[in-house]
């Protein structure tokens, strides 16, 4: 299976149109353009993730002026996007389709192919405890690394074919519920990913 962008090229920075935050604040947060292709045959459905690995473990050095989130930090993962019950004759998810615009406190009902489910992205936990901005973000919510990390954040979106139509997943789910539903029935799987900062020093 193969998977391809016209938004994104691989390993490439991902423009700032499909991040969630730029050096103005928020920003275009489209979701990027997905076709794939070469599926296997007995698909009944797809699921997708996108995940950055490059997240700040010590909360207290993320957005100080005063000093930078150091490379070697240890990191940790980020759901940006939790999708399952991709119908199986769906092979491309066009640009903006998804997700047009942050929205504060997450869309309670993002956009997305008829049957699919959207869960949980990690700007829920990320933003809980903030008044003006908790809630459940679900479906797609783009790049916002803090502006004064050294390294440069990946995001790996993941496309897997599965063998079963629907996923056992709770209400809501989150990418590791995926991850746990699918085992055992992934047929095939493709990728890609694109990189993001707002560290001026790393541009």
Same mark, same amino acid.
């Given at each position: 299976?193969?998977?391809?962008? =016209?938004?994104?090229?691989?390993?490439?920075?991902?423009?700032?149109?499909?991040?969630?935050?730029?050096?103005?604040? %928020?920003?275009?947060? #489209?979701?990027?353009?997905?076709?794939?292709?070469? *599926?296997?045959?007995? $698909?009944?459905?797809?699921?997708?993730? +996108?995940?950055?690995?490059?997240?700040?473990?010590? /909360?207290? !050095?993320?957005?100080?002026?005063? #000093? !930078?989130? /150091?490379?070697?930090? /240890?990191?940790?993962? &980020? =759901?940006?996007?939790?999708?399952?019950?991709?119908?199986?004759?769906?092979?491309?998810?066009?640009?903006?389709? +998804?997700?047009?615009? &942050? $929205?504060?406190?997450?869309? /309670?009902?993002?956009?997305?192919?008829?049957?699919? #489910?959207?869960?949980?992205?990690?700007? $829920?936990?990320? %933003?809980?405890?903030?008044?003006?901005?908790?809630?459940?973000?679900?479906?797609?919510?783009?790049?916002?690394?803090?502006?004064?990390?050294?390294?440069?954040? #990946?995001? %790996?979106?993941?496309?897997?074919?599965?063998? *079963?139509? =629907?996923?056992?997943?709770? $209400?809501?789910?989150?990418?590791?519920?995926?991850?746990?539903?699918?085992?055992?029935? *992934?047929?095939?799987?493709?990728?890609?990913?694109? =990189?993001?900062?707002?560290?001026?020093?790393? *541009?």
């Amino acid at each position: 299976m193969k998977l391809s962008s =016209t938004s994104l090229v691989n390993g490439q920075p991902i423009p700032a149109a499909f991040a969630a935050g730029d050096a103005n604040g %928020f920003a275009g947060n #489209r979701n990027p353009q997905l076709a794939w292709s070469e *599926v296997p045959e007995g $698909t009944r459905s797809f699921a997708l993730l +996108c995940i950055d690995p490059d997240v700040p473990t010590v /909360p207290e !050095t993320v957005g100080r002026h005063d #000093r !930078t989130v /150091p490379a070697d930090q /240890p990191r940790a993962p &980020f =759901t940006h996007w939790a999708m399952a019950d991709i119908p199986a004759d769906v092979r491309e998810l066009a640009e903006g389709s +998804c997700s047009e615009g &942050f $929205t504060v406190k997450g869309k /309670p009902q993002p956009a997305g192919p008829a049957g699919a #489910r959207q869960g949980l992205n990690d700007f $829920t936990g990320w %933003f809980a405890g903030n008044a003006d901005m908790e809630g459940q973000y679900l479906g797609y919510d783009g790049p916002y690394p803090p502006f004064n990390d050294e390294l440069v954040h #990946r995001y %790996f979106f993941r496309v897997f074919a599965l063998d *079963v139509a =629907t996923l056992e997943l709770p $209400t809501p789910f989150t990418a590791a519920d995926v991850q746990r539903a699918m085992q055992g029935h *992934v047929l095939a799987e493709a990728s890609l990913h694109g =990189t993001y900062t707002l560290n001026p020093a790393l *541009v």
